[in-house]
């Protein structure tokens, strides 16, 4: 039994293994787009009844515009680099919540919500390019399909663990499973660390593809960071870098993200 785990485990490493669309990461998805949309778009729908959708048509209005352009930009490299199947799944849509919370998301699948508490640290429409484009990266690069798939792993190495010290003493299997446990959590929020480093690359790069100030992205942090008078808790125990590291991250990155995004707009505007 404990043979057919850790063969099934290297057997989903090997054959799920697949990379990001420019950032170029290696990820392991075991989830299809098949398995998650529909259940996204659904959840999508329940939410916007259960919520208040805001009457502010002056942000409502920006918020659609900023998405349109920044879906446009993720759409047109998609279809330029042979991913047209995954285009086409796409289904965007973009919403402005009557809601204090600083937030917004995107589901899988296009399905984008941001709240009106977080306008003000947008600022203005560069501002909602750069959150934008990071919501939109989630989606684009399958975040949410590749922590499923972490989280089914996560499970499995529990189970490899639990037999792997199934004729061990109580203690020293309390001391396994407590080790992994403790190991496994903190895997899993550095897991989320590297999707918000990578979602801010890329969308910097998707909103300087639909043509914004890239500059806007790190000032976002700048105002986020101000916000929270600078109190964060450490790194290592966040699901999110923190905001001195993005704010350094996204401006270190942008040259790299101007290139990237001439090179993939002439790309693009060749087919």
């Known amino acids: ?15 799920e293994c697949s990379t990001v669309p420019i950032t170029g990461r ?34 409502s209005n920006q918020i659609k515009s900023v998405g349109k352009n920044i879906s ?13 199947t995954e285009a086409d799944s796409y289904k965007w849509e973009f919403n402005l919540i009557e809601d204090k919370t600083v937030n917004a998301w995107c589901m899988p699948g296009g399905k984008v919500v941001f709240y009106t508490g977080i306008m003000p640290i947008c600022d203005n429409e560069d501002g909602v390019a750069a959150v934008m484009g990071h919501e939109v990266a989630h989606a684009f690069a399958k975040h949410g399909q590749e922590r499923m798939s972490q989280g089914q792993l996560q499970q499995l190495g529990g189970l490899a663990v639990a037999l792997g010290t199934s004729n061990k003493d109580p203690k020293t299997q309390q001391l396994w499973n407590t080790a ?16 918000e480093q990578e979602a801010d690359r890329l969308g910097l790069v998707f909103m ?9 992205a790190a000032e976002v942090w700048v105002r986020m960071s101000k916000l ?6 450490p790194e290592i125990l966040s699901t999110h870098p ?25 790309i693009g505007n060749e087919k």
């Open 228 to 233: 929270s008078n600078g109190s964060s808790q």
């Open 72 to 84: 446009a930009a993720v759409d047109r490299f998609m279809r330029a680099n042979n991913m047209k």
């Open 180 to 195: 992994f446990g403790i190991g496994s959590g903190l895997g899993m929020l550095k897991f989320s660390r590297v999707h």
């Open 242 to 266: 923190s905001n001195e590291s993005r704010i350094q991250d996204l401006r270190t990155y942008l040259p790299t993200a101007r290139k990237y995004a001439d090179q993939y707009n002439a």
């Open 26 to 59: 290696k990820r392991v998805n075991f989830v299809s787009d098949a398995q998650v949309l529909p259940a996204s778009f659904a959840q999508y729908t329940s939410f916007l009844e259960e919520n208040k959708v805001s009457t502010n048509r002056e942000m």
């Open 208 to 216: 300087l593809m639909a043509g914004y100030d890239g500059v806007e």
């Open 1 to 15: 039994m404990k043979k057919i785990v850790v063969l099934v485990f290297v057997v989903f490493l090997f054959i």
